[in-house]
């Protein structure tokens, strides 16, 4: 009896060794198969429509180019730069791409952003739009009357300037802030008298609303193209922002030399006409590069502006975000 006891011992220790071993390589498996099919590590960037991230996305090199040096790209689509900045901060995305002035509305309210990159002037493709057959032909004619734009975006820094440059305060217009969709509605049906917006919308308004630009940012606001990041995930992910610049702007430079394929390419993307891509893109030249102390300057005017016209509630300095040299 003694004999079978330790018999059908040894046969349940066995059992049980198998048991554990059958379980110790199913999670190896599990996690071999992880490493081999997930094992990048991912980088989720947000972006809006017709920016250089998207066309970065909708060209396709950019991510196969990460890839190869250990990053899986993920993009998250917003319709503004105040939903971009919340999702920074919420750590949603690890980078964001925004125009001018969202930033400088996120660092006032104590968020921690570090500026990783700037874009080349988009002065020609914003702008102050009114009807073609509007009375309006000058900045000064818009005194008592109502603008749209959209708070905290580059087009409320933009029509605040326009007016200080001709001489007028803030309260000689009635701001009319609605996001910039519902600006385009409100426009087309006379709402408002006039418009603060960038490209697509404002290429968008002169092809198919009958709009005309009163004013461009020339002169006004180079109202660049920024990358952004948490100053902490910048901090210890240097790398990825170094690769980050250089394929993107590569994707840039493909931008540049390569007009008709973009305008098709990002017709499809906006699900816009041609037209409207073409003078979209013709106007400008893309680019990226690295923050410096040049753009840092640019963003710090856009901050005092802002502070002195009561607009945020904290003095913003730029350099305490990053060493911009």
């Not at 400088?104 to 073609?132: D, E, F, H, P, R």
């Not at 009375?135 to 975006?153: P, R």
């Not at 933009?158 to 385009?184: E, I, P, R």
């Not at 610049?245 to 590569?250: A, M, N, S």
């Amino acid at each position: 009896m003694n004999k079978r006891k330790r018999t059908l011992k040894k046969i349940l220790i066995s059992v049980v060794l198998l048991f554990w071993a059958v379980v110790a390589l199913y999670g190896f498996k599990q996690t071999d198969t992880s490493s081999s099919s997930s094992g990048l590590e991912t980088v989720t960037i947000g972006y809006q429509k017709g920016d250089p991230f998207d066309i970065a996305k909708q060209r396709g090199e950019f991510v196969k180019k990460m890839k190869t040096k250990g990053y899986k790209v993920v993009f998250k689509e917003f319709q503004d730069g105040n939903s971009l900045m919340q999702a920074l901060k919420a750590g949603s995305v690890d980078y964001a791409r925004t125009g001018d002035t969202p930033p400088v509305s996120a660092l006032s309210t104590g968020t921690k952003l570090t500026y990783v990159a700037a874009g080349s002037s988009k002065a020609k493709g914003s702008g102050i739009l009114v009807k073609k057959s509007s009375s309006i032909s000058s900045i000064k004619d818009l005194k008592g009357k109502k603008v749209a734009y959209t708070k905290g975006t580059s087009s409320q820094y933009m029509l605040l300037a326009a007016l200080k440059k001709a001489g007028m305060s803030a309260s000689d217009v009635t701001w009319v802030n609605m996001d910039q969709s519902s600006a385009s509605v409100a426009f087309s049906k006379g709402k408002v008298d006039a418009w603060a917006t960038w490209d697509p919308y404002t290429s968008q308004a002169e092809t198919n609303q009958n709009a005309k630009v009163l004013v461009d940012g020339s002169g006004i606001t180079n109202n660049r193209d920024y990358v952004l990041s948490t100053q902490s995930y910048a901090k210890e992910n240097t790398e990825v922002s170094k690769y980050l610049i250089k394929y993107l702007e590569e994707d840039m430079q493909w931008a540049n030399n390569n007009h008709s394929e973009l305008i098709t390419m990002m017709s499809k993307s906006l699900k816009v006409s041609k037209a409207v891509v073409k003078k979209m893109v013709e106007r400008r030249t893309y680019g990226i590069y690295t923050m410096n102390a040049t753009y840092a300057k640019e963003e710090q005017k856009i901050a005092d502006t802002f502070y002195d016209a009561g607009l945020i509630d904290n003095k913003v300095t730029i350099s305490d975000s990053g060493d911009y040299k």
